[in-house]
C-alpha cells in the first residue's frame, strides 16, 4: 500500500494524469471549437448551426440535405428572388451529412428558428442504398459535436450498433477530437493561416455561398471521357489550358476522377439491399415524423445531377415516392428537379458529377425559386 501511495504522489504520475484530465475538461467547453480545422467535417457542422443561431435573417423555411444542397443553393439570390413572396430561408444542409446528422442539426437549431413553417429536405436519390447500421466515420465526427443526451437516444432510435468505443467517442472529447489535436500539434503555423483566412472570409448570414468557377467541361462532355482526360492529365501533372490559362485546379481535377469512378458503381446492385432500404425509410419516418410533429410541412426536393451521371432501372424515385407516401399519409409534397438543368450546357454547371459550380448554382436557384413560389400555399399554410 506505501509503494502505491508512493507511486500516487510521484510527478511521472500523476503530471500527465493532470495534463490529460486538464485537457479533457478545456475540450468539454465551447472553447476549442473555436480553432477547430477550417472546413473539416467537425468545424462544417459548427459553424452551420453557429450561423443559424446568429443569423440576421429570419427564416420560416429550412433546407436541410447533404452537400448537393450545401454548395447548390445561392442562398443570397434565392431570398432575393422570394422576397415579394414572404418567403425566408436558410440553409441548414451540410456536406456529407447522412440522416442522423441533418435531424441532429434540426433538433439544435429549432428552437432558435421561431418562425420556421416548412423544411425542404433535399434528398439524395441513392442514399436508401446507403444506409448502415454502422456509424459512417465522417457523421460519427459530425454528430460529436451536438449534446450526448440527443445523439445517443437518436442513434438508438435509429437502429444503429453502438460499440464501447462508439459511447467513450461521444463521452471523451481527446476521442472526439483526436484527429484534430494531432493535425494542430503537427502544423500549427498552418492552422493559423488556415484561422485567419477563415475569420476575415467567412459570412455571417449564410453558411456556404458557392464560388466555384471551374465546371466538368473542362475534361470532357461524357462520364468515361472526363474521367480517361481527368486520369491523364494527373498522370502528366498538368491541367487542361483555354486562352493560355488554367481552367481547373489540381483539387478540381482530382474530384473529377472521384466522382466519375463513383458513379460508375451504383449501389442499388449491392448485398442487402432490401434489408438497407428498409432501414433508410425507417430512419427517414422518425425524422419527417418530428417535423411534423413540430408543425412544419416537409417538402422532399431531389436536386440536379450532371447528365454524366447513369441512369438506374427502374428508376430509385418509384421507390422513393411509394415510401414517403406512406410515412405522409398520402400527402407527401415532392419536387423532382433532377432534370432541371439538362441540355448542351449541363457539363457547364456542374463542379463534378455530383456538385454544382457557380453558374449551375445560380441557375439551379432561379429555378427552385419558381418551385416554391407555386408552393407557398404549402409553405406559409395557406391552402384552402
Known amino acids: 500500500m506505501k509503494e502505491l501511495m508512493k507511486f ?6 500523476y503530471v500527465p494524469v493532470l495534463f490529460l ?11 476549442y471549437r473555436k480553432i477547430l480545422e477550417p472546413n473539416s467535417y467537425a468545424e462544417n457542422v459548427n459553424r452551420i448551426t453557429e450561423i443559424m443561431k446568429t443569423s ?35 440553409n441548414g444542409a451540410s456536406q456529407g451529412a447522412m440522416l442522423e446528422t441533418q435531424h441532429s442539426i434540426y433538433r439544435d ?8 413553417k416548412a423544411v425542404i429536405h ?6 436508401p442504398w446507403q444506409a448502415r447500421y454502422e456509424i459512417e466515420p465522417a457523421n460519427k465526427i459530425m454528430l460529436g459535436q451536438f449534446p450526448r443526451h440527443q445523439v445517443i437516444p437518436l442513434l ?13 467517442f461521444f463521452l471523451l472529447r481527446t476521442l472526439t477530437y483526436k484527429q484534430d489535436l494531432r493535425d494542430l500539434t503537427l502544423s500549427p503555423l498552418d492552422r493559423i493561416k488556415d484561422l485567419g483566412r477563415k475569420w476575415r472570409t467567412a459570412s455571417k448570414d449564410y453558411p456556404h455561398i ?10 470532357g462532355q461524357t462520364r468515361e471521357e472526363c ?7 494527373a498522370k502528366a501533372n498538368t491541367l487542361p489550358m483555354a486562352d493560355g490559362k488554367p481552367i481547373s485546379d489540381r483539387h478540381h481535377r482530382q474530384a473529377a476522377i472521384d466522382t466519375c469512378s463513383l458513379a460508375a458503381n451504383l449501389p442499388v446492385n449491392e448485398p442487402g439491399a432490401p434489408e438497407w432500404t428498409r432501414l433508410f425509410f425507417r430512419r427517414l419516418n422518425i425524422m419527417h415524423g418530428e417535423l411534423r410533429n413540430d408543425g412544419l410541412q416537409v417538402i422532399t426536393l431531389f436536386a440536379p445531377y450532371s447528365d454524366m451521371m447513369p441512369v438506374s432501372d427502374p428508376d430509385p424515385i418509384l421507390l422513393w415516392r411509394r415510401e414517403l407516401q406512406k410515412i405522409h399519409g398520402g400527402q407527401a409534397h415532392i419536387v423532382d428537379m433532377r432534370d432541371a438543368l439538362d441540355g448542351n450546357e449541363n457539363p457547364t454547371y456542374f463542379y463534378d458529377i455530383l456538385h454544382l459550380n457557380q453558374r449551375g448554382s445560380e441557375e439551379f436557384t432561379r429555378k427552385l425559386a419558381q418551385e416554391l413560389r407555386q408552393l407557398k400555399p404549402v409553405i406559409l399554410n395557406q391552402q384552402n
Open 8 to 13: 500516487l504522489k510521484d510527478p511521472v504520475f
Open 21 to 31: 484530465l486538464g485537457l479533457e475538461v478545456f475540450l468539454q467547453t465551447p472553447l
Open 56 to 90: 440576421p435573417v429570419e427564416p420560416n423555411v429550412l433546407i436541410l440535405g447533404t452537400s448537393v444542397a450545401y454548395q447548390g443553393v445561392d442562398m443570397p439570390l434565392l431570398n432575393q428572388l422570394l422576397k415579394e413572396d414572404g418567403i425566408v430561408v436558410q
Open 109 to 116: 437549431i429549432k428552437h432558435d428558428l421561431p418562425n420556421l
Open 122 to 127: 433535399v434528398a439524395e436519390i441513392y442514399f
Open 156 to 168: 438508438q432510435q435509429y437502429d444503429f450498433h453502438m460499440e464501447v468505443s462508439d459511447y467513450a
Open 210 to 219: 458557392n464560388d466555384y468557377q471551374y465546371s466538368l467541361a473542362a475534361y
Open 227 to 233: 474521367l480517361k482526360n481527368a486520369i491523364k492529365f
